[in-house]
């Protein structure tokens, strides 16, 4: 029976990641942000950290006046005990310029009784300013 648990919470907590993004991102349910992301939740995007639901609504709030029509899927899902890993791809329409862009990134949650209480996230920020601004995305390789 014990094997059965660890199962059934890895699947609970993937459906809770492809939650966010569907209820938050795709459907712009600015409620879900409470319901999933815990009271004292970090996600670290880069150089700085988001702290709690009301930062992160803060930030929601910034993305949302800068793009809108946002479509986000997943492409790869990995789980492991309390975390999950989800790659995911996104399109989305620049307000300023009317632009459509197109970008990936990934994340990771812990989930903790149904909540986010800790992410990483990476999303390819070149790739979405040279597409906003017509240029090609610096390459290093």
């Given at each position: 029976m014990d094997a059965v648990q660890p199962v059934l919470t890895t699947e609970a907590n993937k459906?809770?990641?492809?939650?966010?993004?569907?209820?938050?991102?795709?459907?712009?349910r600015r409620e879900t942000i409470h319901e999933?992301?815990?009271?004292?939740?970090?996600?670290?995007?880069?150089?700085?950290?988001?702290h709690g639901p009301g930062e992160f609504e803060r930030f929601y709030d910034r993305i949302c006046s800068a793009f809108s029509e946002h479509r986000f899927a997943p492409v790869v899902m990995l789980a492991e005990g309390d975390l999950v890993s989800i790659h995911w791809s996104a399109?989305?329409?620049?307000?300023?310029?009317?632009?459509?862009?197109?970008?990936?990134?990934t994340s990771v949650a812990r989930i903790e009784n149904g909540q986010v209480v800790e992410?990483?996230?990476?999303?390819?920020?070149?790739?979405v300013e040279?597409?906003?601004?017509g240029t090609s995305a610096v390459s290093f390789i």
């Open positions: 459906k809770i990641a492809v939650r966010w993004f569907d209820e938050i991102w795709n459907q712009g999933l992301f815990g009271a004292e939740a970090d996600l670290r995007d880069g150089g700085f950290t988001i399109i989305c329409r620049h307000t300023e310029s009317g632009k459509d862009v197109e970008f990936t990134g992410a990483w996230q990476d999303w390819d920020k070149a790739r040279a597409q906003i601004s």
